[in-house]
């Protein structure tokens, strides 16, 4: 990253016209250049493209504004295209140029579905982390000097610790979420506000001394498989080993074929090019489909497809294995058959009937502060607001919905208590509208008493 003494200077270059091709993140966007011809927004689908946090936007949509002003090209470019780029471009509003084969020749990988549902549990009644088709790929592939790579969008070593006299999990003070187990420091860890503990003798709700650790991420993955497969080399590559060793260092070592399998999270999934990887396995496909979001399909889709890509990108022909509990989903379905139109086609109709991007567009107003009953208490004057406007614009004929104020999915994050409401219509203009009534009625000010904070997001990237 650069130093905001760097920023400064680039951006002095770039403002006297002394650079003609700009390269960055979300910000770039922004970029003084003169004369503009071209933009280009790689992996377009990409959440980081919105800005959560100060002022909110999406650095997509508003290349598109810029290049609409400017008069120039925009590329966006994606192998798994978000679903509101792919329906413009099926409205008219773009081309749609498309690559059916992969720009080296090599043929796409094979993919199996494995439902973890069939496979055996084992005598601690745990099913294993690999089925016995994983693990005997994985084992062939490594036998034959090839590569592996295994995929687990969790970090850690267990993703909870829980009280097998109460069933409560030992949660994060505060956060609404469970702590997730690190062995390499004996430490209990929240993965949203980084709060870490020592691992409790006994359990804070009941007192019993059952605590059992559940649930896996990528360290014990790679705990467990280097004691049942002590000859095999093997490389993490998640948030944790990459504030360590370093990304680059990781990804050059498993380049340079100094490990056979490398384990990590979506980290392993962003475009990187190793020749040797025959086989990838995604140890769980499910994670993405249990939150409470609409998205959650595509990016469930995106993700599949993306780290099916780093199979086969050499001479040898690359092979899938996915494992899931919901083998019949549609998302899992049409990844597994490198099939974008399958899985655009099945999404953009349930979309369509809920009135979700791209047939609707939404507006989030979110309440957060210290003190619940005073999150309610501005959350209900907001809702009142909305019943009145509602009223008011009941004889236009775009209709809006409002959905709440009900409590966030994720309730409390760093001592912040969360509440939202959901405004949602197939009209821009119309949603606009009753949102500044809504506003304007409830006396909208983004610091309320008691350090409540109303957040206004517009196209908001998630609803957790």
């Known amino acids: 990253a650069l130093t905001e003494g760097e920023r400064y200077d680039q951006w002095r270059q770039i403002s006297r016209g002394e650079v003609r091709v700009v390269i960055g993140a979300r910000s770039a966007v922004f970029a003084p250049l003169r004369d503009l011809g071209f933009i280009v927004v790689d992996e377009e689908h990409d959440s980081s493209f919105k800005q959560d946090v100060g002022v909110r936007y999406n650095a997509r949509d508003l290349a598109l504004v810029r290049g609409q002003r400017e008069g120039c090209t925009v590329v966006l470019g994606s192998a798994t295209p978000s679903l509101e780029s792919y329906q413009r471009a099926m409205d008219g509003k773009g081309s749609y140029i498309e690559l059916k084969k992969r720009p080296t020749g090599q043929a796409l990988p094979s993919v199996e579905i494995i439902d973890m549902s069939d496979v055996d549990k084992g005598v601690d009644g745990q099913r294993p982390l690999l089925s016995p088709s994983l693990r005997v790929a994985l084992e062939s592939v490594v036998s034959e000097g090839e590569q592996a790579i295994l995929f687990l969008n969790r970090r850690g070593h267990s993703t909870s610790v829980i009280c097998g006299q109460c069933g409560e999990p030992v949660n994060c003070p505060h956060c609404d979420v469970s702590l997730t187990y690190h062995r390499r420091h004996a430490r209990l860890r929240c993965h949203y506000c980084d709060y870490s503990q020592d691992m409790p003798s006994t359990c804070p709700s009941c007192e019993s001394t059952e605590l059992m650790l559940r649930g896996a991420g990528t360290e014990k993955l790679v705990d467990k498989l280097s004691e049942e497969l002590s000859d095999f080399r093997f490389l993490r590559l998640d948030r944790d080993t990459a504030s360590g060793r370093g990304v680059q260092e990781i990804i050059e070592g498993f380049r340079s074929h100094r490990a056979d399998v490398l384990v990590g999270t979506q980290m392993v999934t962003k475009g990187h090019d190793f020749p040797r990887v025959t086989l990838v396995g995604v140890v769980l496909a499910d994670t993405a489909l249990r939150l409470p979001d609409f998205r959650s399909g595509e990016r469930t889709f995106q993700i599949l497809a993306q780290v099916a890509g780093r199979a086969g990108r050499g001479d040898s022909p690359g092979r899938v294995i996915v494992q899931t509990y919901l083998p019949r989903h549609q998302s899992i379905i049409a990844a597994a058959q490198h099939d974008f139109a399958r899985f655009a086609t099945f999404e953009l109709e349930a979309r369509k009937e809920q009135g979700f991007p791209p047939f609707g567009y939404l507006i989030a107003l979110r309440f957060e502060g210290p003190d619940i009953a005073l999150v309610r208490e501005v959350a209900s004057r907001y809702e ?61 000010s983004r610091q309320e008493k008691g350090a409540v904070t109303v957040i206004v997001d517009v196209d908001p990237g998630n609803l957790l």
Do not use: N
Request: no cysteine.
């Open 384 to 444: 009142r607001a909305a019943q009145i406007a509602t009223t008011e614009f009941a004889g236009t004929e775009d209709r809006t919905l409002i959905v709440g104020p009900t409590e966030a999915p994720l309730a409390k994050l760093k001592d912040q208590h969360r509440w939202q409401m959901l405004l949602r219509s197939k009209s821009r203009q119309a949603l606009r509208a009753l949102t500044a009534r809504v506003l304007s009625l409830a006396g909208y």
